[in-house]
């Protein structure tokens, strides 16, 4: 069993940047690969960025890359999300996820634990 819990988010301007972090329990973090997602008001749940084991896979869906980074510290059980240049559309609610799978997830369907979720808001 692994319990996630996001922090990092808040309230920032446009252009601005945001650091979530993910702190994971448990005792074999290192064999989940992990993910960010999130939900605006209204909309659907959409994939952000995972990332493999060891982190040497990583995917972004089309509208952060070159902007966000996702990456892990294995040692603090910890997935990060650094996410620069924030536009009013990354304006959501960002859950971090888990599977205890080796390759990289891309629906929500495909984890198996959640966090509570960070908010994050972008003014324009």
């Given at each position: 069993q692994?319990?996630?819990?996001?922090?990092?988010?808040?309230?920032?301007?446009s252009?601005?940047?945001?650091?979530?972090?993910?702190a994971?329990?448990?005792?074999?973090?290192?064999?989940y690969?992990?993910g960010?997602?999130r939900q605006?008001?209204?909309k659907?749940?959409?994939i952000?960025?995972?990332?493999s084991?060891r982190?040497?896979?990583?995917?972004?869906?089309?509208?952060v890359?070159?902007r966000?980074?996702i990456?892990?510290?294995?040692?603090?059980?910890?997935?990060?999300?650094?996410?620069n240049s924030?536009?009013?559309e990354?304006?959501?609610?960002?859950?971090?996820?888990?599977?205890?799978?080796?390759g990289l997830g891309?629906?929500?369907?495909?984890?198996?634990?959640?966090?509570?979720g960070t908010q994050?808001?972008?003014?324009?």
């Amino acid at each position: 069993q692994v319990q996630l819990v996001e922090s990092g988010g808040a309230l920032v301007q446009s252009g601005g940047s945001l650091r979530l972090s993910c702190a994971a329990s448990g005792r074999y973090f290192s064999r989940y690969s992990m993910g960010w997602f999130r939900q605006a008001p209204g909309k659907e749940r959409e994939i952000v960025a995972a990332i493999s084991w060891r982190g040497e896979n990583t995917y972004y869906r089309d509208s952060v890359k070159g902007r966000f980074t996702i990456s892990r510290d294995n040692a603090k059980n910890t997935v990060y999300l650094q996410m620069n240049s924030l536009k009013p559309e990354d304006t959501a609610d960002y859950y971090c996820a888990g599977r205890d799978a080796y390759g990289l997830g891309y629906v929500g369907a495909e984890y198996n634990y959640w966090g509570q979720g960070t908010q994050v808001t972008v003014s324009s």
